[in-house]
């Protein structure tokens, strides 16, 4: 099995069963999200127009961007470190003002191709569970075991919550619960490439299981192959 897609909504526990799903199988981890919101940073930091396709799109091609795993000297409690121009912003990708742009840079069909391309080249290194919204419709059609991982919009609210306090900013409950229902609008409403399940991915509802839980379901179903397929 070379390739594991998760997809699902805003804090469904997808990229928390992925990553713990990656460290148990020895593969590589890609939440492409985090390629959004480096786009959506970057285009801040630089004054571009979010509301700017054009400007948007152009920045998406040129961001240099380098995602790898976490060296000994960089350990903070973050899964991943995100470079852009040498920078590290890996913790800039989780600001209010990234969450409240990245539905829109990542509605824009252009700056979806370029990110599709560089996480297609991703994949074909091979034993990597890569995780977003698209992954089993879109970037990784023939992956041979897709994932929807999905939670009620309340238990995916707490949860923000949670973390977002934790992370030291400011969270109101009610708040983030309009932010988790304006993005699904958002996502699964857009044009290109909206969130959904693959016609062939197995459907999972995290809201009253814990990661840990879903990930030994899931190894479980990867070494019971169905019909032998996998
Ligand atoms: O998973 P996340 O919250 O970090 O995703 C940030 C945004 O990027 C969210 O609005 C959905 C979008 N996204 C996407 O359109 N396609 C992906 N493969 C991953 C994320």
């Given at each position: 099995?070379?390739?594991?897609a998760?997809?699902?909504?805003?804090?469904?526990?997808?990229?928390?069963?992925?990553?713990?799903?990656?460290?148990?199988?020895?593969?590589?981890?890609?939440?492409?999200?985090?390629?959004?919101?480096?786009?959506t940073?970057?285009?801040?930091?630089?004054?571009?127009?979010?509301?700017?396709?054009?400007?948007?799109t152009?920045?998406?091609?040129?961001?240099?961007?380098?995602?790898?795993?976490v060296?000994?000297?960089?350990?903070?409690?973050?899964?991943?470190?995100?470079?852009?121009?040498?920078?590290?912003?890996?913790?800039?990708?989780?600001?209010?003002?990234?969450?409240?742009?990245?539905?829109?840079?990542?509605?824009?069909?252009?700056?979806?191709?370029?990110?599709?391309?560089?996480?297609?080249?991703?994949?074909?290194?091979?034993?990597?569970v890569?995780?977003?919204?698209?992954?089993?419709?879109?970037?990784?059609?023939?992956?041979?075991l897709?994932?929807?991982?999905?939670?009620?919009?309340?238990?995916?609210?707490?949860?923000?919550?949670?973390?977002?306090?934790e992370?030291?900013?400011?969270?109101?409950?009610?708040?983030?619960?309009?932010?988790?229902l304006?993005?699904?609008?958002?996502d699964?409403?857009?044009?290109?490439?909206?969130?959904?399940?693959?016609?062939?991915?197995?459907?999972?509802d995290?809201?009253?299981?814990?990661?840990?839980?879903?990930?030994?379901?899931?190894l479980?179903?990867?070494?019971?192959?169905?019909?032998?397929e996998?």
């Amino acid at each position: 099995m070379a390739m594991i897609a998760i997809d699902g909504p805003a804090a469904s526990g997808k990229s928390t069963v992925g990553r713990l799903l990656a460290e148990q199988l020895n593969y590589l981890y890609l939440d492409t999200g985090c390629m959004y919101r480096a786009v959506t940073w970057a285009a801040l930091q630089q004054n571009i127009d979010i509301g700017d396709e054009t400007a948007v799109t152009q920045l998406a091609h040129d961001i240099q961007m380098e995602i790898y795993p976490v060296r000994d000297e960089e350990a903070d409690g973050r899964h991943y470190t995100v470079h852009v121009a040498g920078q590290d912003i890996t913790w800039e990708l989780r600001t209010p003002a990234v969450d409240a742009n990245v539905s829109q840079v990542s509605s824009y069909l252009g700056v979806r191709q370029e990110m599709v391309k560089r996480q297609r080249a991703f994949g074909e290194r091979g034993a990597v569970v890569m995780v977003g919204r698209d992954i089993g419709t879109v970037v990784m059609p023939d992956a041979p075991l897709k994932l929807y991982i999905t939670a009620s919009a309340e238990e995916r609210a707490r949860r923000r919550t949670r973390d977002r306090s934790e992370q030291g900013h400011i969270a109101n409950y009610d708040d983030i619960l309009a932010d988790v229902l304006r993005r699904d609008q958002i996502d699964s409403s857009r044009t290109h490439s909206p969130l959904r399940p693959a016609a062939d991915a197995i459907l999972i509802d995290s809201t009253d299981q814990p990661p840990a839980a879903i990930v030994n379901a899931i190894l479980q179903m990867i070494q019971e192959p169905v019909n032998g397929e996998r």
